[in-house]
């Protein structure tokens, strides 16, 4: 499994909940290949898979939908896009600037330009960034966004980024956003805590990403506690909750009644100070 895999695994997984997601584009993304791998990684990891990271999607999109709105637009900065497509569904007062590996960025580019000139999707101000977090250093990837940021507040968000970076790019991402932010825009991140790891569907997880990583891409497996969050330098916590409680809001009839047995992960609302 490469990375780019898991960008179409979690958007196939947001066009199966729509109604949870809202995100009533996802489906454009689907293909045979992560079709063919789904059934098997429900059935061997965990089966609320799908809907948990519907449920996460939701929660940044009404963070996001409520910022903007709140603002008058601004733009989001979204380290690690994959294949969201918040941009399409927030209003065109927000600009975007999309990062990620090139892979990924030149086919987003070519396949959302297409779909815009089709009329599948409505017309929106996009910029893509191809850069590597590990491999990029900190003023480079700031001197390559900080030209396009036109429109303020902004919202940076890193959804199903950290799990796969090691300590050393974590901190520079941080230091990227607090040159990039000012005081009041907000930053939004997603990360599984320490004690998942004494849990059997999170031994799974690592186990499937282990066993079927051919080309030996160097996968951390990060967790964070949450003294991370709180003692994150030029932010302040505003808001924290995980994908357990999501599904009591949103999804109160999924039969999610056991967080150990679920991947729970934690979402994280930051404030520049
Ligand atoms: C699991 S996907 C999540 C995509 C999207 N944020 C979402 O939630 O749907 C992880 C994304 O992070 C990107 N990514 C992981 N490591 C990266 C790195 N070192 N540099 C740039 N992008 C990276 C991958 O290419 C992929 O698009």
Not at 117 to 130: D, N, S, T, W
Request: with cysteine; net charge negative; glycine share 4%.
């Amino acid at each position: 499994m490469q990375i780019h895999e898991t960008a179409f695994i979690i958007s196939t997984y947001r066009s199966y909940h729509e109604e949870l997601s809202k995100d009533i584009y996802a489906r454009l993304w689907n293909n045979s290949k992560t079709d063919f791998l789904i059934p098997a990684i429900l059935e061997t990891i965990s089966k609320d898979d799908a809907l948990l990271h519907s449920l996460r999607n939701r929660f940044f999109y009404e963070q996001m939908r409520t910022f903007f709105a709140k603002n008058n637009g601004g733009t989001l900065i979204n380290f690690g896009a994959g294949f969201s497509m918040y941009p399409f569904m927030l209003p065109n007062t927000v600009h975007t600037i999309e990062i990620d590996k090139k892979d990924i960025t030149a086919y987003k580019k070519e396949k959302t330009t297409q779909w815009i000139r089709e009329g599948k999707l409505p017309h929106r101000e996009i910029q893509y960034v191809a850069i590597d977090f590990n491999h990029h250093a900190e003023q480079d990837i700031s001197t390559a966004i900080q030209p396009m940021l036109k429109k303020k507040p902004t919202f940076i968000l890193l959804e199903g980024v950290l799990f796969f970076l090691g300590p050393d790019t974590t901190h520079k991402l941080c230091a990227v956003f607090k040159e990039l932010q000012s005081k009041g825009d907000l930053l939004g991140c997603v990360s599984f805590i320490p004690e998942i790891e004494n849990t059997k569907v999170y031994q799974r997880l690592l186990h499937y990403f282990d066993s079927h990583n051919e080309n030996n891409d160097p996968f951390y497996h990060q967790t964070l506690p949450h003294s991370f969050y709180n003692n994150l330098n030029g932010y302040q916590l505003k808001e924290h909750i995980d994908e357990f409680d999501l599904s009591k809001i949103y999804a109160p009839d999924a039969g999610i009644t056991d967080k150990t047995k679920i991947l729970n992960e934690h979402m994280y609302i930051l404030q520049k100070s």
